[in-house]
């Protein structure tokens, strides 16, 4: 049985390319999800961050987090990036793939202020962590390689954030 949690937070994180090794003009991201109450994250690799692609990201993060956690959050909060809520479709959230997607899902999307990374700080330092205890330092020679450690990375920050 699913425990309703009350704010998921997510945010998104480009990966050097010192980092991975990538083809020309590609580039690769990370969709991040912190509890900060749980303590439990997790994290989806993406080639693109274009909404479409965060929405799908969000909602294998978010079946993975119930099935194996028990969260299902029913407030997400987000900065105000194009992935999640403006560009074209700034003005019709029925439109944006996130937007439409909170909106049938019934999950509330707080937003933080604008140029206000202190509102997000918790979010800040979990980056933080995660460029430093996986990423800096770290040449991974292709995504399935940087996916496998990934994982593995995972698992230890939630065994000890427990």
């Given at each position: 049985m699913a425990r309703k949690k009350e704010i998921l937070h997510l945010d998104?994180?480009?990966?050097?390319?010192k980092n991975l090794t990538?083809?020309?003009?590609?580039?690769?991201?990370?969709?991040?999800?912190?509890?900060?109450?749980?303590?439990?994250?997790?994290?989806?690799?993406?080639?693109d961050k274009t909404s479409l692609t965060v929405m799908f990201s969000i909602l294998k993060t978010l079946k993975h987090l119930k099935e194996n956690y028990g969260l299902e959050?029913?407030?997400?909060?987000?900065?105000?990036?194009?992935?999640?809520?403006?560009g074209d479709y700034a003005n019709n959230k029925n439109t944006h793939p996130v937007e439409r997607f909170f909106s049938e899902m019934q999950i509330k999307h707080k937003y933080t202020n604008t140029y206000r990374p202190q509102q997000n700080g918790?979010?800040?330092?979990?980056?933080?962590?995660?460029?430093?205890?996986?990423?800096?330092?770290?040449?991974?020679?292709?995504?399935?390689?940087?996916k496998s450690k990934l994982a593995d990375f995972i698992v230890e920050y939630n065994k000890k954030n427990k």
């Open positions: 998104c994180l480009k990966i050097s390319k990538v083809k020309p003009n590609q580039r690769y991201y990370l969709l991040g999800a912190l509890d900060s109450e749980a303590k439990i994250c997790w994290l989806e690799f993406m080639e959050p029913n407030i997400i909060e987000t900065d105000n990036a194009g992935e999640f809520c403006s918790e979010f800040e330092k979990f980056w933080q962590t995660v460029k430093d205890e996986f990423i800096q330092d770290k040449k991974f020679r292709s995504p399935k390689e940087f």
